[in-house]
């Protein structure tokens, strides 16, 4: 199983930005693999942020991610990026690459159904 591995969190300031990567080792993914971010505040469950389709590059958002984060993706480097722009205080929180084989767009994207996870990079957004 490809192994995933997230780096680029940090601490920043509100309205600040940070770009995530989650590179993909250990062997590569699949044409019909999607990639995801989701994400998890203290005290909260984890919730879906975006997923990209590793063949062909279609995207999708949840709501609260539409317009402030970005999902691309380097099949060359496998690796996929999560650009985040104009970031709040409530942006903090583990952000956690997952990837699995899917078929159908737009997708299902609720946690169970994404078996493989990297270990997560903590994004702190306060001054």
């Known amino acids: 199983q490809v192994q995933l591995v997230e780096s680029g969190g940090g601490v920043v300031q509100p309205g600040g930005s940070l770009k995530l990567s989650c590179e993909a080792s250990?062997?590569?993914?699949?044409?019909?693999?999607?990639a995801a971010w989701f994400r998890q505040a203290p005290g909260k469950e984890r919730e879906f942020v975006t997923a990209?389709?590793?063949?062909?590059?279609?995207?999708y958002y949840n709501e609260f991610a539409k317009g402030r984060f970005i999902i691309t993706r380097d099949n060359t480097k496998n690796t996929i990026y999560l650009q985040m722009i104009r970031l709040k205080p409530e942006d903090t929180a583990d952000y956690y690459c997952?990837?699995?084989?899917?078929?159908?767009?737009?997708?299902?994207?609720?946690?169970?159904?994404?078996?493989?996870w990297g270990r997560g990079t903590q994004v702190t957004v306060s001054w």
């Open positions: 997952a990837a699995r084989q899917n078929s159908s767009w737009p997708p299902s994207v609720d946690v169970p159904s994404f078996g493989n």
């Open positions: 990209i389709k590793w063949n062909g590059g279609g995207t």
């Open positions: 250990g062997g590569t993914f699949s044409i019909d693999t999607m």
